[in-house]
């Protein structure tokens, strides 16, 4: 079975600063791992994906997310975050011919 | 066309009454998917339909009737529904058998059962 897990509810960061949202995943195989970033009131928007070989995964709105296979993470990061990057955050893992896995998703403040 | 059309945004509905909800994409995928979604909660899997059959259904109840009539529209037929099925339903598609190929979600409808 497929897993991820996000352990943090809630991330805070002052704007200008660094921030990173931490994902491990739990896979038996190859892992396809996902960001979305989700808006109040609305659907979620897919910022990037793992892809093989490629331990630094640049994404859209400037995130990235950093792939080790020994911790089994995939954190997403920004190196200078912005008021508007405060939304809800799920990293996902896909099934290679089915359904995707969500982590319980974590809030990003940024504040002025 | 990079989107998946959800309609209607908002919906309040009776436990007796039958409403649908409706998903249309074009952008040629040919798996789509209906998701539950609580207040900051994380999407929770209902239906999967690979090219236009259904693959996967999650133990979802049968007040719950998804269908495809092709493999550009996605419906949610809803009756006799609960307070407690009040939530976010989204919408999704992707390549089915890419697995790196991530979902594109509509903006979701808002369900309310009075």
């Known amino acids: 079975a497929q897993s991820v897990a996000q352990p943090e509810d809630q991330v805070n960061v002052a704007e200008g600063n660094p921030l990173t949202v931490k994902c491990t995943y739990s896979?038996?195989?190859?892992?396809?791992l996902f960001w979305y970033v989700q808006y109040p009131n609305r659907g979620l928007q897919f910022l990037l994906k793992y892809i093989t070989g490629d331990n630094l995964v640049k994404g859209s709105y400037g995130f990235e997310a950093e792939f080790n296979k020994s911790q089994t993470s995939f954190h997403l990061k920004k190196p200078s975050a912005l008021v508007s990057d405060s939304a809800l955050y799920f990293c996902?893992?896909?099934?290679?011919?089915?359904?995707?896995?969500f982590g319980d998703g974590t809030t990003l403040t940024v504040k002025p | 066309d990079t989107e998946v059309t959800q309609t209607p945004k908002h919906l309040v509905m009776g436990m007796t009454n039958k409403k649908s909800l409706k998903c249309e994409q074009h952008?040629?995928?040919?798996?789509m998917y209906w998701y539950k979604q609580k207040a900051k909660k994380p999407p929770e899997l209902m239906f999967v339909?690979?090219?236009?059959?259904?693959?996967i259904n999650e133990s979802v109840p049968s007040r719950f009737s998804p269908e495809c009539p092709n493999s550009s529209l996605l419906n949610l037929h809803l009756h006799a529904l609960q307070p407690e099925d009040s939530a976010l339903y989204l919408c999704a598609s992707s390549r089915p058998t890419d697995p790196l190929s991530g979902y594109t979600f509509g903006s979701g409808t808002r369900l309310t059962v009075v």
């Open positions: 996902a893992v896909r099934a290679p011919m089915g359904k995707s896995t």
């Open positions: 339909y690979s090219y236009e059959k259904l693959s």
């Open positions: 896979v038996s195989g190859n892992p396809y």
């Open positions: 952008m040629g995928h040919r798996a």
